[in-house]
């Protein structure tokens, strides 16, 4: 589970990145994340490998995930499914 949670946040990180570089905005990220800029040091990088689209099915694929974290006994597959499908993408 804490997985999940780690890369449903990097996730919702990455849309912010990518947001803010198609504004031309990019170096906003830290303040609008309110993190350190060494924590967010590589997200615009990784935010270029993705389309917007992308990222934000990522985002709505990680709901089933969810749903089968809390009560599949197939949550183990679901999570890595969803992993690939993301990386898949990359």
Not at 39 to 67: I, P, Y
């Amino acid at each position: 589970m804490w997985t999940y949670t780690l890369l449903c946040g990097r996730i919702r990180e990455l849309i912010v990145a990518k947001a803010l570089d198609a504004r031309g905005q990019g170096r906003e990220l830290a303040a609008t994340l309110k993190l350190q800029s060494w924590q967010v040091k590589n997200h615009l990088t990784w935010a270029r490998r993705f389309s917007m689209a992308e990222l934000v099915a990522a985002l709505e694929g990680a709901v089933d995930v969810e749903l089968a974290l809390k009560g599949s006994a197939d949550s183990e597959t679901a999570l890595l499914l969803w992993i690939t499908n993301i990386l898949r993408k990359s």
